[in-house]
């Protein structure tokens, strides 16, 4: 029988196993090896009970032998060194086994030996560590970073900075105060300069000389010749090295220097210095790796390092300190999965993608970045560092459900094209930096949507100089567009806490922004534009359905560039109970109705929040201060001029009683004044007036103190709407100068403001006060979890846009908020009431407030409730 012959199946089957090997390398060949310090690298590294020992015992193997291989390293292990495999391999999981904390792979090694230098200086010498090439770069002690030794210490006056006096050209600076530090010429020679030539970037260089009188010589040139008043300090000099935490490198003699923490001896201490470039660097067709369950530290460029490999995951890492960026994505990869890593204190970025293709399905997604680029002049040098996630040049990116907390500057920059940004949270950007935004566009077609963007602060600290836009005010902005981009959709966001614009459209074109919140921003939206219809502006825009929430009588709901069109608005509800003045329009303001009037296109189906609430309690008030204020009888010690024309009206319809009337008598500006009155320095007054006009229009408000020779020095200018049925405004302020005799309020109108218009109860009241918070009176509910919440109202009685009363609890999808006014809060009143009520009846019918849990119930746990929260527990 033909197939009954046993060396023709041997020979059949040796042939299959031959062309499968052929065919599928990996299939055959895949192996797990195991890691461990506690190994050898003469075993086999097949069991966990004969490990390696080396990542040099890895990087020896060759790509045969690692593709579709597992490397496991043991929990609770640190391995110092850079994997970087050989060839071409496909399919190397690199991840963890045993029990424990992950394992580390470490950019650092570290230092012994150390000896006394003097006084509390100790040195060590690392040849052996870095060799003839090598150097630290940075330097751990007990996992914290120490500071490389500078000039001024970073607690010395002025936070650490010294300022330019002048630059004559790009390489060059002076400075007085160095110069009175007293070193001689030559001293600073090859020591670095950290300087913060623009509000937005630091930028370092090597010193080539110095002169006595405090000129530095760089050795290549800044971006720009600097504005006086710049700050940038000096480092990297032994001589410097002069209190705790500080060390230095001489690469001349392969040296550390170091004054440890607490003066303490180092040799008692975990020292480490950077040195290798990167963890873990997967290079040119090193497709379908997988690297997961690691944590990543010290490293002088980046965790991890991938270049034109596809397909690759990076998962459930942990990045620490690294020197550039945790994840470098550096050149034309597809594919890419960055889920579920840490990072915290990167020293530059925490993920950077560069690319000229589109990614194809890559997604960076759920992951938690912290602290990134605190340290200025750390973050790299020039512009665009100092940023959690940059995204650079590629397409078609997935970034979703990530946590960004406390960054130098942007949260997330995208350039490139079409990139997809939602459900993130980007909280606290810009805090060593300024002119940004947590979210920072400069590329076209992205969509932007259910993201949280908040607390953006804008830096403007002693570094920041007397030019180049750093007398500007702080410029932390919550969505920043760079100007001429189109097709980008900004949608279901909430933008709040930002201390400038909540979202700033720079010029856009064909651009969406739809049903966003912005809360307590200094301008809710800004739309930027050019003058008129030259080809640099805006067009071809939506805006619509958003709410816009301002917290202040200086915060506007939308402001605008003048004469532009900027497209559609349609269906936006306006929110500031602390002021009718609800959008800017060029130089002009405006409350809605009489936006409306003037601009029959603009949203014309908006909505305002007709409530007025103060910043204030009064606790106690003294007699009005102003003359003559209720214009019962005349208008004797007021005065008008410019286009002002004055006089009394005894019968005007809805005032009380008798008013100061003004018309608008001649082209120019109309004042008018009362008598003088005497405010007092750090005292608080309340202000308040009703006034009523022939149409709609505003009326600016001034205080100046007049008692001193020159100009006057303005104090307040506040803007209030006028409407043809006459309203009540207030204000509460405090007087900073010292005590005038000579003040007064000025009441401005213009050309374009009503013709006519009446005053009548102006009122100056020196009263106390006790600060509210208008986040409690107008708070914002949200809900960041994965999965709808059930928030609990805590016995307050709220409002809702819609005017409908809401109590007891409410639910909120996820990444979704909801906006409620304050109409009754829980009080120790309503604790006494309800044990009054449960004496008498158990189990009543809620009243207005008091119910804290929202079960319908008067029970003690209420009453705990609010105690709980009236001491804000």
């Not at 033909?2 to 059949?12: L, P, S």
């Not at 020292?271 to 290798?276: H, N």
């Amino acid at each position: 029988m033909f197939y009954q012959n046993k060396d023709f199946k041997i020979t059949v089957s040796c042939f299959w196993i031959f062309l499968i090997c052929l065919l599928f390398p990996g299939w055959v060949m895949a192996q797990i090896y195991y890691i461990s310090t506690s190994g050898n690298d003469s075993n086999d590294g097949l069991s966990q009970s004969f490990p390696w020992k080396t990542i040099d015992k890895i990087n020896s193997l060759k790509a045969s032998e690692t593709t579709g291989s597992s490397i496991l390293f043991k929990r609770g292990d640190v391995l110092r060194g850079q994997i970087d495999l050989q060839g071409d391999p496909v399919g190397v999981i690199f991840d963890a086994y045993g029990t424990g904390e992950n394992p580390v792979i470490s950019g650092s090694l570290e230092i012994t030996g150390w000896s006394v230098y003097k006084e509390n200086i100790y040195s060590a010498d690392v040849s052996a560590l870095v060799g003839a090439e090598g150097s630290i770069h940075h330097l751990f002690v007990n996992k914290k970073l120490m500071t490389i030794a500078r000039y001024p210490n970073i607690d010395a006056p002025d936070q650490g900075w010294l300022k330019v006096d002048a630059s004559p050209d790009k390489s060059t600076l002076t400075d007085q105060a160095l110069a009175e530090y007293g070193k001689a010429d030559n001293y600073w020679t090859d020591a670095v300069l950290k300087i913060r030539t623009f509000s937005w970037y630091f930028e370092t260089r090597k010193i080539k000389d110095y002169k006595s009188n405090g000129t530095i010589i760089l050795d290549q040139d800044l971006s720009a010749n600097l504005q006086p008043g710049w700050g940038y300090y000096l480092d990297n000099k032994l001589e410097e090295l002069d209190q705790a935490n500080e060390w230095y490198y001489d690469p001349l003699n392969k040296k550390v220097y170091l004054w440890a923490p607490d003066s303490a001896d180092p040799n008692t201490l975990v020292v480490e210095g950077s040195v290798f470039e990167n963890g873990i660097r997967v290079y040119w067709k090193n497709h379908e790796t997988v690297i997961q369950n690691l944590k990543f530290q010290h490293q002088v460029k980046n965790g991890i390092y991938i270049n034109q490999c596809d397909r690759v995951k990076v998962l459930n890492n942990r990045f620490e300190y690294c020197g550039e960026r945790g994840i470098q994505m550096a050149w034309n990869s597809v594919d890419i999965e960055f889920k579920g890593n840490f990072f915290e204190n990167m020293l530059d970025y925490a993920i950077t993608w560069n690319a000229n293709i589109p990614a194809g399905n890559s997604v960076i997604e759920s992951n938690i970045i912290k602290n990134t680029a605190l340290i200025p002049g750390y973050g790299g040098s020039g512009v665009t560092h100092s940023i959690a996630i940059r995204i650079g040049g590629t397409s078609g990116i997935v970034i979703q459900r990530n946590i960004i907390e406390n960054t130098g500057y942007a949260g997330i920059i995208l350039e490139g094209d079409a990139h997809i940004v939602e459900n993130n949270i980007v909280k606290a950007s810009l805090l060593t930096l300024d002119d940004g935004g947590g979210i920072l566009v400069n590329c076209s077609n992205n969509k932007i949507r259910n993201n949280f963007i908040t607390e953006s602060w804008g830096n403007r600290d002693a570094s920041s100089g007397t030019n180049n836009n750093s007398l500007f005010r702080q410029m932390g902005m919550g969505i920043f567009f760079q100007p001429k981009l189109s097709g980008n959709i900004i949608e279901g966001n909430i933008v709040a806490n930002n201390v400038d614009f909540g979202i700033y459209p720079n010029r856009a074109i064909n651009t969406i922004i739809r049903n966003n919140v912005c809360y307590n921003n200094k301008y809710q939206i800004y739309l930027k534009g050019a003058d008129g219809d030259t080809a640099d502006n805006a067009y071809n825009n939506t805006i619509e359905g958003n709410i816009l929430c301002s917290l202040s009588p200086k915060q506007i709901c939308l402001r605008s560039d003048e004469n532009y069109k900027f497209g559609t608005f349609n269906n936006q509800y306006y929110i500031n109970p602390y002021s009718d003045i609800v959008i800017i329009e060029g130089d002009n303001y405006y409350s809605l109705p009489q936006w409306q009037n003037k601009f029959k296109d603009r949203d014309v189906n908006a909505q305002v929040l007709e409530k007025s609430l103060d910043l204030y309690t009064i606790t106690s008030k003294e007699p009005n201060l102003i003359t003559n204020s209720d214009f019962n009888s005349d208008i004797s010690s007021w005065s008008g001029s410019g286009a002002a024309s004055i006089s009394y009206d005894p019968g005007k319809s809805e005032m009380d009683g008798g008013s100061l009337k003004n018309i608008h008598s001649v082209p120019g500006t109309s004042t008018i004044k009362s008598g003088y009155i005497t405010l007092e320095k750090d005292h608080f007054y309340r202000f308040s007036f009703i006034a009523a006009a022939s149409s709609f229009g505003d009326v600016k408000v001034r205080f100046f103190r007049e008692d001193i020779e020159g100009p006057w020095i303005e104090y307040l200018e506040s803007w209030y709407g006028l409407h043809p049925v006459p309203r009540k405004h207030n204000l509460v302020f405090q007087w900073p100068f010292e005590t005038t005799l000579k003040s007064r309020p000025f009441f401005l109108t213009y050309d374009d403001d009503p013709s006519e218009y009446w005053l009548d109860n102006v009122m100056i009241e020196p009263v106390e006060v006790v600060i509210k918070d208008p986040t409690q009176d107008i708070v914002l509910f949200i809900n960041t979890d994965t999965q709808a919440k059930q928030i609990s109202l805590k016995g307050n009685t709220y409002t809702d846009l819609d005017n409908q009363t809401v109590t007891g609890s409410i639910t909120l999808e996820n990444f979704k908020s909801r906006l409620l006014v304050i109409n009754q809060r829980v009080s120790l009143a309503d604790c006494i009431k309800i044990l009054q009520i449960l004496a008498q009846e158990p189990g009543a019918v809620p009243f207005a407030t008091g119910d804290f849990d929202g079960d319908g119930i008067y029970e003690l746990e209420d009453c705990a409730g609010i105690l709980r929260s009236l001491a804000n527990i």
